[in-house]
């Protein structure tokens, strides 16, 4: 799958104005604090709608400003994990990893629930509500919702910042396993680019809302 | 249902102005009694309860504080004319608290300003509740109205009027003698005469929706019974 | 009426008038938090009305709509059958209507204290804006919703002024704790009576007050 | 009286009870919505109570304490030289306790979503718990004082059961829009006339629902 | 500058008992997600009451569960920048970052508000209200309100998580000269353990609420 993305858009002071195509596999995004990395995912996501350009998924075009094309973030079918966890505060672990299961399509399912569970090592959690979870768990809990709404496009927003480096170096191989079984394309991003220099198939940097 | 309904055509619902609820509710085991029927009351201001009726309430009897809203149904067909009568009478009467209260005559030209003081004078609504209406035009009758109307304290109603005087809050009030007659915390230190205002009347009719049973009530509230009753009360009866 | 028929008629009238508005009034929060279109002040005015207007007007004003020979009335009852005037359920639409401000302005305020960035994530993972409404939104605006029903239902518990204009005060029917207070007030020498009643009501309401905070702190714990 | 001085009044008697009770309601939101003790349920209770009780209650109580022959009153009367029977300044007293559920429901349940951890942070950064109340908890309550003071001049233009009791219905002293449309829907043939100051009603609330409108966009928007 | 942390507090189901003295310098705090890191430096912050023990600073005693002994959170004069950035969302950076100003007592400013605005790049966003910062905008702002506050010790809780490469490479040795020059005990949590491995005069390990 390719994704291609050619947007411009003003966030306050800052013009966001990217243009990228990137194709099936690991998608590094990297730049300093302000760049614009998470706007860029926003964008991807349905969150943001840009001022113009295009967003489109192979042949599936899901924003296109000058036809006045734009699919709903709901309909995208875009896993995303933010900067911060943003976890349902109602729902109790277990709930909030389900939440998007229920929308998701497919009968098969490469995403076992207990696989999940397992490598993201939430199985003690399952029955806790987000407020007596710590940072990393949080963010663990978010990333396995993530996965499991069965996206077609996974968006990753610094999602191991938290995460010791134990866990972190068995979530990296999961993921790249995830992306050579079921072919799910990954934009990645990260300040800490030795994270996915051996993996990225590409890798953009960006600085002050432009690809460098 | 209330009234009307099948199989329970003895239910009478009447619609009478809240001053007569201490004399209704006496009579209300007479009244069955007497007639087979059960009574259902319904107190309000006249004024709503007129409204009420033209809107299509199943009252069957109205038993009003007001000629005005009598009339605004008779104009609209909605009472049986034969049926009017002026059931009941009232009297006007001066009040101040029971405490400090001196007789003050009560004669055209009297000093009721000078009586006032700095304190005003608690009455009815004068625009819109009856007991107001008739103690402006006693008022006027008696060439004092204009001397007073910068102290008036508008009341609701008759009771709320009575309230401020019994409260020690204005040192005079203007009620009906059969309000006064309730509160011990008031005495009655003047009646105003029956010629300085308009005759005060509670006007009764059988509503276009009431039947025999509530004729029949009505015929009871006439008996000498019920006027002992009414009259203990402080109402005129004839 | 005994007292006791007083209360089962007035709680009566107080639940069916919170239950059946809650939804209307959650609706309209809604629309207020979140709706962009041109009627929206104008719905805000009619909103608060009830709240603006002296309860006899906004009592009138049902007795003239939705009384027998009011337009709405006559269509309720020649196609439904549905009869409001001088009925315990015309007590119920007076309570709903007057309470109706309070509940949508506490639930608003606490839609509006939802954190979109939850509904963003809710949309991400394929909900609809209406699922995220129902799975999202309403529930972490339940305090919200929770605090405006107990409002509406105290309003319903002392609603008198325009539950009197529009369905009279009939004993059994139409005669809620409020009404019957005020029945007592008219008649001198019922101090007695009305400081019963007048403790009555504080009751029902410091009882339905506990269960109210009750609900809400078990809301608040499921979250901790 | 003229309408423009029935407005003027109206107008008077709505700022002033909301403005001057705000305060007090903040007080008795930040009690209910922080204070862990032993009364607090009473308390609760006791702030409902004017929702509760029929407003003819509401008055008499209020003539029965504040009244010149009541304990609060006389004492007030002596040591201050402040009265409030039959003046326009009961009649703000009338309004403001009308309204007081309804502004302390609305600040409760913002204060009450306020982020605890942002009043932990003020606290590491050396604010005194008074201080982080100051300024942090009640200014991102603020979306909630203003609903409240919303509700609460809404309900203090439309107040009639309480005011008329405790201070009567003097034309020019206490006579606001809401008596003065009571006197009139009592007179038949008046419905004219009654028709003319429910829109002037309307038209005040429409403007001072725009004007809260209007002051909340600007705290949102001073937020993003 | 000596502290002195000596607590037992339940957490759900961990159980958390930790005894460590820690003298001027540098402390850094590792272990995985869960060990108890965070609810470690809420207990000395005066977040969390512990259930038993002693917190000191020096011969200050800020805890003392056997003699009553609580002191509030205000008084305690310990900066903290917590796991989120939890800036006032009413406040605009400037006035974020002067928020713990008013209270300090310091009649001499060793943390001018123009360096730290300097050093931590944030000259450009002082007009700017919080919800229009980056992830990592928003942690530098929160560092930079920590540390005008003028504490006597700081925690630090993974404050450098999403701040990129260069900056962390330039606020380190801000801090180090902080610490050198002021003498600034500070307890630093984080997942990278290779940021404080040089610095570090003390390496406290954490797993499951105890020290390992
Ligand atoms: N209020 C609470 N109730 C129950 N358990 C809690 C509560 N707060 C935290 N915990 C649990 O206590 C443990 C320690 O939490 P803490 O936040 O201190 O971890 P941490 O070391 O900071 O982890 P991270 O690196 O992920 O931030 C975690 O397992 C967490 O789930
Ligand atoms: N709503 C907004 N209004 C104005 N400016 C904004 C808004 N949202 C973001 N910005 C600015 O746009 C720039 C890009 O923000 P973005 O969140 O995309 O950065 P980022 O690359 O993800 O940074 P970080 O690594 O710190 O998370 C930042 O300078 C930010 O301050
Ligand atoms: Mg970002
Ligand atoms: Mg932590």
Redesign the pocket.
């Known amino acids: 799958m390719s994704v291609r993305i050619d947007v411009v858009h003003a966030?306050?002071?800052?013009q966001?104005n990217v243009s990228i195509t990137t194709s099936a596999g690991l998608t590094a995004v990297i730049?300093?604090?302000?760049?614009?990395?998470?706007?860029?995912l926003?964008i991807v996501a349905g969150v943001i709608r840009p001022d113009r350009g295009v967003v489109r998924l192979d042949d599936d075009v899901l924003v296109d400003t000058a036809k006045g094309i734009w699919r709903p973030t709901h309909t995208r079918r875009i896993g995303y994990v933010f900067?911060a966890p943003r976890l349902f505060p109602h729902l109790t672990v277990r709930r909030n990893l389900g939440y998007g299961r229920w929308f998701s399509p497919a009968v098969t399912d490469p995403f076992a629930f207990d696989d999940v569970v397992d490598l993201l090592d939430l199985g003690a959690l399952l029955a806790r509500m987000p407020a007596r979870l710590s940072g990393g768990e949080a963010q663990r809990v978010a990333l396995g919702r993530a996965l499991l709404s069965q996206p077609r496009l996974l968006l990753l927003?610094?999602p191991l910042a938290s995460v010791d480096q134990a866990r972190r170096d068995e979530v990296l191989p999961y993921l790249d396993r995830l992306r050579a079984e079921i072919r799910l394309p990954t934009i990645y991003?990260t300040?800490t680019p030795a994270e996915v220099e051996s993996r990225a198939e590409q890798i953009v940097a960006?600085d002050r809302?432009r690809v460098v | 249902g209330v009234a009307g309904a099948a199989g329970r055509q003895r239910d009478l619902l009447i619609f009478a102005a809240s001053s007569l609820q201490t004399a209704l509710d006496e009579l209300a085991p007479a009244i069955e009694h007497a007639t087979s029927v059960r009574v259902r009351v319904s107190y309000a201001a006249s004024s709503a309860l007129a409204r009420q009726i033209e809107s299509g309430a199943p009252a069957g009897l109205f038993l009003s504080a007001d000629l005005d809203w009598m009339n605004y149904l008779g104009d609209r067909h909605l009472i049986k004319s034969g049926t009017r009568v002026n059931l009941l009478g009232n009297t006007l009467v001066l009040i101040a608290p029971a405490s400090h209260a001196e007789p003050l005559a009560i004669v055209p030209g009297f000093p009721l300003a000078r009586a006032l003081g700095t304190g005003r004078l608690a009455i009815a609504e004068p625009a819109a509740v009856p007991a107001g209406k008739y103690a402006r035009a006693a008022l006027t009758s008696l060439g004092v109205w204009d001397s007073v109307a910068a102290k008036l304290a508008p009341a609701e109603n008759v009771r709320a009027a009575l309230l401020f005087v019994s409260r020690g809050e204005a040192p005079f009030g203007i009620v009906y003698r059969s309000d006064a007659l309730a509160d011990r915390g008031v005495a009655i230190v003047g009646t105003f005469p029956a010629t300085s205002h308009p005759p005060i009347v509670y006007p009764a009719a059988v509503t276009t929706a009431g039947g025999a049973d509530a004729a029949r009530v009505l015929e009871f509230l006439q008996t000498a019974a019920a006027k002992a009753v009414f009259a203990r009360q402080g109402f005129l009866v004839d | 009426m005994t007292d006791a028929a007083i209360i089962a008629l007035s709680l009566k009238i107080a639940v069916v008038a919170t239950v059946a508005s809650a939804p209307f009034a959650m609706l309209a929060a809604l629309v207020l938090a979140r709706g962009r279109f041109w009627g929206r002040s104008l719905l805000n005015a009619i909103v608060h009305l009830p709240l603006v207007l002296p309860p006899v007007v906004t009592g009138y004003a049902l007795l003239r709509v939705l009384g027998r020979h009011g337009p709405v009335g006559a269509l309720l009852e020649s196609t439904f059958g549905v009869v409001f005037a001088f009925r315990w359920t015309g007590a119920a639409v007076a309570a709903a209507v007057m309470g109706f401000p309070l509940m949508v302005r506490a639930i608003r305020l606490a839609i509006e204290s939802v954190d979109r960035d939850l509904e963003d994530a809710a949309g991400t993972l394929g909900a609809s804006p209406w699922w995220t409404l129902a799975t999202v939104t309403m529930p972490l605006a339940l305090p919200g919703v929770l605090a405006g029903m107990v409002l509406g239902f105290a309003k319903a518990l002392g609603e008198f002024g325009a539950t009197i204009t529009f369905v009279s005060n009939i004993p059994g029917e139409t005669q809620t704790l409020a009404l019957a207070i005020f029945s007592l007030i008219q008649t001198p020498g019922s101090d007695r009576a009305v400081m019963r009643l007048v403790g009555l009501s504080v009751g029902v309401s410091f009882a339905a007050l506990m269960l109210s905070e009750y609900l809400a702190r078990r809301v608040a714990r499921g979250r901790s």
């Open positions: 966030l306050g002071q800052l966001l730049g300093p604090s302000g760049a614009g990395k998470t706007s860029l926003n900067q927003d610094e991003v300040h960006m809302g």
